[in-house]
């Protein structure tokens, strides 16, 4: 297993907080993998075993727990009374019902650091959630990054196989799984991961039977990364392909994808009122793999795609992310991390006039601003604004 320093070490800097730890994630990213890598470093640290309780409930060994008596049974079995530390590792958790008042109940009575997976958004909302709130810390967690992605492949960062390599990230993406399968099965993995997560997560739970239209809709999603979309443009779309739906439907799909971390919605600010703008957002798709599978394998737009793989990057490094608006302009993104700000422009090429550097310049405040592109320049900077390669931007520290 491929160590994953920069989730690992979130773990261990916060493990002696009572907080809850929750890894979130799409499915397969790599989540019960961090848990266990975590549990290794647990055991060279010296905790004794018994303090250290791991149970993944989609194991055979705990798939019949399913209520919170048996889960609670099985806890005070388990736990050591002698009031040292307990790690208390959960897997999938969200198949327990009634798993936060067990899990709160442990946090208030007992030494412990508990951390738990899941990959729906849901878990961590609704009533019982509330018994959590304010008690817990998120550690996302996306499949891996291209300077993992070169990790992996044992292919160093300014060796000349990285352009080609940068190829294969962006046609193939990043599940861990993909990643280190042999190139004619990875199409293979994608539509497994693809189909777990819209037929099991969103399907099952919405109840749907009929999955055409929810199909139909992440493919138009998938086709459309970073294009201003909202649910009456989907409906009208759907129909032109003679699928009926409505906008109650569409809204409920788009809640369900983003609870299962497929798509991110992000929202349009207004960068002189300072409001966000209740009009259309954009959707970005957690893998460049996986937009690919959903939209039958073309290509599609070179841009967009660049601005998904900035987008779930900025997110991976920590940044709240907004696309930004100035009178009619538009900012690619607007990232924010504590008291940092920075302003992205996304291009595939350089154009020959200033359109990119424009956007940027109007903005009058002292914020970082940087132009990523597609392609590498030899120009560092136009107007005093940084040019950086999509590889480059990609492998910084
Ligand atoms: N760090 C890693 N190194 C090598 N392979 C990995 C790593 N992380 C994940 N994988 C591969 O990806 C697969 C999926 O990982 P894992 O089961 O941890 O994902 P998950 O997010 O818990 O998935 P789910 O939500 O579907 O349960 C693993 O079976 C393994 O093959």
Known sequence: MFQRPVYLNQLIQLQDSDFIKVITGVRRSGKSVLLMLYKEYLKKENIA?????????????????????????????????DGQRIYLLLDEIQAVDGWQRVVNGIRVSFNSNIVITGSNASMLSGELATLLSGRYIEIPIYPFSFAEFLNVKGIEPNSRKVDSAYNEYEKYGGFPSVVIAEESIKDTILSGIFDTIV???????AGVKDVVVLKSMIRFLA???????????IVNTLKNEGIETTIHTVNRYLDLL???????????????????????????????????????RKDGNYSNRL?????????????????GRLDSKEIDFIARKLDETLYVQVAYELPNNTHETDNLLKIKDNYKKIIITGRYYEVEQVEGIPIIYIVDWLLEE
């Not at 075993?49 to 194991?59: A, G, K, L, P, V």
């Not at 086709?223 to 443009?233: E, F, I, P, R, W």
């Open 49 to 81: 075993e018994d303090h250290i309780i791991y149970m993944n409930f989609e194991s055979f060994e705990y798939q019949t727990i399913t209520t919170e008596e048996k889960f609670r049974q099985q806890l005070s079995e388990l736990i050591p009374k």
């Open 307 to 323: 601005e998904n793989i900035v987008y779930i990057e900025l997110l991976r490094r920590g940044y709240t992310v907004d696309v």
């Open 223 to 233: 086709d459309n990364v970073g294009q201003l979309v909202n649910a009456s443009k």
């Open 199 to 205: 037929l099991n997560d969103v399907a099952l739970r």
């Open 258 to 296: 983003e609870n299962g971390y497929l798509f991110y919605r992000v929202k349009q600010y207004d960068i002189r009122g300072r409001e966000y703008l209740k009009t259309n957002g954009k959707y970005f798709i957690v893998d460049s793999g996986l937009r690919r599978n959903a939209v039958g």
